[in-house]
Nanobody, 113 residues
Framework: VQLQASGGGLVQAGESLGLSCAAS????????MAWFRQAPGKQREFVAF???????NYHDSVKGRFIISGDNAKNTVHLEMNRLKVEDTAVYYC????????RGQGTLVTVSS
């Protein structure tokens, strides 16, 4: 399974940014897709996941600000990040599979104050 993440960049605090993750297999076959992030000097942490039936879950720190959605026709998952904070700065990774056993390359999100 190949996962291709895109959409990172530099934004100011309070702004929005979107990430996308295109999978080489269908979301249905992968069962779950998720985003994790790793900030400098910190451990990788869960951000959000979506199941093949559209159930979602979020880390408390992003609830109400981030929205994860899936496009089954394009085998793509999107992460809409709103009201970004400096502490959201991290490399964001796309994962897939019931055990999140597949991982794409990271994409850097930098939020400046």
């Amino acid at each position: 399974v190949q996962l291709q993440a895109s959409g990172g960049g530099l934004v100011q605090a309070g702004e929005s940014l979107g990430l996308s993750c295109a999978a080489s297999e269908t979301i249905s076959s992968l069962h779950m897709m998720a985003w994790f992030r790793q900030a400098p000097g910190k451990q990788r942490e869960f951000v959000a996941f979506i199941t093949n039936v559209g159930d979602t879950n979020y880390h408390d720190s992003v609830k109400g600000r981030f929205i994860i959605s899936g496009d089954n026709a394009k085998n793509t998952v999107h992460l809409e990040m709103n009201r970004l904070k400096v502490e959201d700065t991290a490399v964001y990774y796309c994962y897939a599979g019931l055990g999140f056993q597949y991982r794409g390359q990271g994409t850097l999100v930098t939020v400046s104050s």
